[in-house]
């Protein structure tokens, strides 16, 4: 499997702030660009995802970017919550191999109120 | 709640045995996707089952197994585990296989597999 590789591991923000997460991806050959928000002892919540024929997407307090040239996109979450304290996961899907996903290694979030 | 069901929530067993995780997915769903967390390698896709077919293969050991029943419902299947087999087991299901691009998928709550 490509990588996809997730920064930063660890976040704090201050409630109202912008919580940033960033990704990079290797393949190409991605064509599907989800981000999952996971809460302690739950499955992974689909948030948000992008496809690579646009740049940006917002659902939200949630935006996603996407830079096709450099290979990377990020999360950002506006007016951060307490309520969104959480492991955020990036990942990228092929479709003609199945869509199986490639997740990147997390980030814990942790908004102070 | 994603609308994907699997059971048992926690598994405790000792080394040497085998188990059964079960899926059923989204009503709907034709495909079902393993995936195994751990904290030490992350979230990594196991295998994936498109209308009782295998589609796709990811980094799944010889000793674990799968299969997609005709109502659609999904059994991963664990051997001769070993401690380091101890991790979450995530079921997830989509509508459909996409040839043009890939589609949402939709994760159950996990089974906690213990492994003493």
């Known amino acids: 499997q490509q990588q996809v590789k997730q920064s930063p591991q660890s976040l704090i923000v201050q409630k109202g702030g912008i919580s940033i997460i960033n990704c990079a991806y290797e393949?190409?050959?991605?064509?599907?660009f989800p981000w999952y928000q996971q809460f302690p002892g739950k499955g992974p919540a689909l948030l948000i995802a992008?496809?690579?024929?646009?740049s940006e997407k917002k659902e939200g307090r949630f935006t996603i970017s996407f830079n096709k040239s450099a290979k990377q996109f990020s999360l950002h979450i506006m007016d951060s919550q307490p309520g969104d304290s959480a492991t955020y996961f990036c990942?990228?899907?092929?479709?003609?191999?199945?869509?199986?996903?490639?997740f990147g290694g997390g980030t814990r979030l942790m908004v102070k109120p | 709640d994603s609308g994907v069901t699997q059971t048992p929530k926690h598994l405790i067993t000792a080394t040497g045995q085998r188990v059964t995780l079960r899926c059923s997915p989204r009503?709907?769903?034709?495909?079902v996707y393993w995936y195994q967390q751990s904290l030490d390698q992350g979230l990594q896709f196991l295998i994936q089952?498109?209308?009782?077919?295998?589609?796709a293969k990811g980094n799944i050991l010889e000793r674990f197994s799968a299969q997609q029943f005709p109502d659609l419902h999904s059994e991963l299947n664990l051997s001769s585990l070993e401690l380091g087999d101890s991790a979450l087991y995530f079921c997830?299901?989509?509508?459909?296989?996409?040839?043009?691009?890939?589609?949402?998928?939709?994760f159950g709550p996990g089974t906690r597999l213990t492994v003493t």
């Open positions: 009503s709907g769903d034709l495909s």
């Open positions: 997830a299901s989509s509508p459909r296989t996409g040839t043009g691009g890939s589609y949402e998928q939709y």
């Open positions: 393949n190409t050959a991605f064509d599907y």
């Open positions: 992008i496809r690579p024929d646009v």
């Open positions: 990942a990228a899907g092929q479709g003609y191999a199945g869509n199986m996903l490639t």
């Open positions: 089952y498109y209308n009782g077919e295998e589609r």
